[in-house]
């Protein structure tokens, strides 16, 4: 485009230059000197060829002007194009971050209010727990001898339920996280163990029955990066809240600790058939020896055919002995000496020979 700019300002200063020329020779009064006059037309001859050269280079300077005009429309557009596609894409993953963002936003109400995030932590729970073990096998806001109503509560077989509480403070790890002090994060530690350390006690003192429940319950918490922190940055509260008879637990463990239940529960019904497997063995094996039997006579059957049919191909063999010596015999013409052969063998064979 530079180069074309600097033509064109040099075709206009030509055009200039041959306007002051046809200005300059522009007919006048008639001169007398002829040599002045050949000058004149040489001259105007020049003008007239600058001119037509100036034309032409100007024609082919508005030739290239113009295509030079179309492609740098056509590369405007297409570049227009792309990014109106391009912003498409924005504006298309701007919605999806204002989704993510009004999800997010959500969660953090949920959590934020503590009956919300136990509804959550319970629906979690429940989830967990309905996934791996049958109806029957446990009970939701189960109420105690005492009147208090755990979460959960899974019926072990020959003893008590085992509690599972799904609440959890989380605010005090939360205001934890977001320390930016040394002092911020003294206190916001011990409120994490205050808060931790009543909320184990209150599980042991309601849920913890002698008799009644087992001797240990669940403190479940639906997070496991909150488990983590708890494991990493608080593991005196851990260890206390072990001491105290109560687990906490995270999501994994959680399924862990129902599968190991579920197995429990499943040796627990396999001893109580144990007779009950044991009648069917002596039944079995009664059969069995019935079975055995019957064969064995089944084999004494096959025994006595087998030498019945021996005995039949023994009588079967003589007969054919005896028809071969038949065959064997020569006749001299003598009609009673023949008659005397044949029914000599007859006789032996009728004599049992």
């Known amino acids: 485009m530079s180069e074309t700019l ?8 030509a055009i200039g230059v041959v306007a002051i020329l046809v200005l300059l020779l522009r007919p006048r009064a008639p001169v007398a000197d002829p040599a002045a006059e050949q000058r004149i037309a040489e001259l ?4 007239q060829s600058l001119q037509q050269t100036v034309h032409q280079r100007l024609d082919a ?18 570049h227009l194009q792309q990014l109106h596609a391009r912003l498409a894409v924005i504006d298309s993953a701007q919605k999806n971050i204002t989704n993510l963002a009004t999800q997010v936003n959500s969660l953090q109400n949920v959590l ?6 136990g509804a959550f932590g319970q629906a979690q729970l429940e989830a967990i727990i309905s996934d791996a073990l049958p109806k029957g096998a446990f009970e939701f806001q189960h109420t105690l001898s ?10 072990m077989p020959e003893s008590g339920p085992l509690i599972i509480d799904a609440k959890f403070p989380l605010e005090a790890m939360t205001a934890w996280r977001g320390t930016t002090t040394e002092d911020e994060r003294k206190q916001a530690v011990q409120r994490v163990k205050q808060d931790i350390l009543k909320h184990v006690a209150d599980i042991a003192d309601k849920y913890l029955i002698p008799g009644e429940t087992q001797d240990i319950a669940l403190m479940f918490i639906p997070s496991e990066s909150v488990y983590a922190d708890l494991h990493e940055s608080f593991d005196d509260v851990v260890q206390r809240a072990h001491r105290a008879r109560v687990m906490i637990v995270s999501p994994t463990l959680m399924v862990m600790a129902i599968q190991v239940i579920k197995q429990v529960r499943k ?8 007779d009950q497997i044991r009648d069917e063995v002596g039944h079995m094996m009664k059969d069995v020896g019935l079975l055995g039997e019957r064969v064995r006579k089944l084999q004494g059957h096959f025994g006595q055919t087998t030498k019945d049919i021996e005995d039949i191909l023994t009588s079967a063999g003589r007969i054919e002995k005896r028809a071969t010596k038949i065959e064997d015999l020569e006749f001299d013409g003598d009609e009673q000496k023949s008659a005397d052969i044949i029914s000599a063998p007859i006789r032996k064979l009728e004599a049992g020979e």
């Open 6 to 13: 600097l033509l064109v300002l040099a075709l206009i200063i």
């Open 44 to 47: 105007k001859g020049h003008v």
């Open 61 to 78: 300077v508005t030739q290239n002007l113009g295509e030079s005009m179309k492609t740098s429309t056509k590369n405007t557009t297409d």
């Open 112 to 117: 934020a209010n503590k009956q919300s995030r």
């Open 146 to 155: 005492n009147k208090t109503r755990p979460d959960c509560a899974i019926f």
């Open 267 to 274: 040796d627990a019904q396999m001893r109580e058939a144990a």
